[in-house]
T-cell receptor
Framework: NAGVMQNPRHLVRRRGQEARLRCSPM?????VYWYRQLPEEGLKFMVY????????ESGMPKERFSAEFPKEGPSILRIQQVVRGDSAAYFC??????????????FGPGTRLTVL | KNEVEQSPQNLTAQEGEFITINCSYSVGISALHWLQQHPGGGIVSLFM???GKKKHGRLIATINIQEKHSSLHITASHPRDSAVYICAVSLNDMRFGAGTRLTVKP
């Protein structure tokens, strides 16, 4: 059973470009979470999704950021018009069906975004 | 003040030592998580607990709900235990501590 997959592992973008980060949850997991880790800072929750639904996006910046988890395919975190402050490691985690609050989450290896 | 506080921030130990990392939180929670972030950046979930104590190999995690405090213990520490250990609490979302950077010297 493959773990949580994220790609790309490293992504370089110039200011103003779009960044698309992909996350494939573990087989059988229908809950996906995105977290951001800024340089020298702790992890911060961004968004929680189930298939075709955004459950909680309270941690998402109001502009330029969006996330989806379609019925088929990976979850996508999309950042439009990237700025240097978006440079960070973005981690995805998944959990099996069940209450978000009490599920163990399995983390992907992360995508390191660098904005030039 | 952060909702999740960890101590110490940095910890250096000699191989074989018993290690304790502490976590205090100020919000109501459903569960507390201990995570390990390797030097390469990958994150592994070590424990999720809502009461009592859990043990896995040389790792032990305890939680006191009344005192809003948890500890992670590592017995017979080894250089491969060197990593950042992160405490997180969950209710409607996950709130993370800043992490404790552990270095175990041979």
């Amino acid at each position: 059973n493959a773990g949580v997959m994220q790609n790309p592992r490293h992504l370089v973008r110039r200011r103003g470009q779009e960044a698309r980060l992909r996350c494939s949850p573990m087989k059988g997991h229908s809950h996906v979470y995105w977290y951001r880790q800024l340089p020298e800072e702790g992890l911060k929750f961004m968004v929680y999704l189930q298939k075709e639904n955004i459950i909680d996006e309270s941690g998402m910046p109001k502009e330029r950021f969006s996330a989806e988890f379609p019925k088929e395919g990976p979850s996508i975190l999309r950042i439009q018009q990237v700025v240097r402050g978006d440079s960070a490691a973005y981690f995805c985690a998944s959990s099996p069906q069940g209450a978000y609050r009490t599920d163990t989450q399995y983390f992907g290896p992360g995508t390191r975004l660098t904005v030039l | 003040k952060n909702e999740v506080e960890q101590s110490p921030q940095n910890l250096t130990a000699q191989e074989g030592e018993f290690i304790t990392i502490n976590c205090s939180y100020s919000v109501g929670i459903s569960a507390l998580h201990w995570l390990q972030q390797h030097p390469g950046g990958g994150i592994v979930s070590l424990f999720m607990l809502s009461s009592g104590k859990k043990k896995h190999g040389r790792l032990i995690a305890t939680i006191n709900i009344q005192e809003k405090h948890s500890s992670l213990h590592i017995t017979a520490s080894h250089p491969r235990d060197s990593a950042v250990y992160i405490c997180a609490v969950s209710l409607n979302d996950m709130r993370f501590g800043a992490g404790t950077r552990l270095t175990v010297k041979p």
